[in-house]
């Protein structure tokens, strides 16, 4: 059986709007583009940049497992 992988809980909690284009694709990176929706992702390297790049926006709602 393999172990189970970490995920990350993250919720969009500012809009997009007046903010330079990468973010906005960030955001959908995520798979986020309107306030209030929650994203679980895997606790990776690269996501942890994703959201370091749009901090501002998001919030770490908590890690999941």
Do not use: C, F, Y
Not at 43 to 57: C, E, F, N, S, V
Request: proline share 6%; aromatic share 0%; no cysteine.
């Amino acid at each position: 059986m393999a172990p189970a992988k970490k995920t990350i809980k993250i919720e969009q909690v500012a809009s997009p709007s007046r903010r330079h284009h990468d973010q906005r694709e960030t955001l959908i990176g995520l798979k986020l583009n309107k306030i209030g929706r929650t994203s679980e992702l895997p606790d990776t390297p690269a996501t942890h940049g994703m959201i370091r790049k749009i901090q501002h926006l998001v919030r770490v709602v908590g890690d999941a497992k």
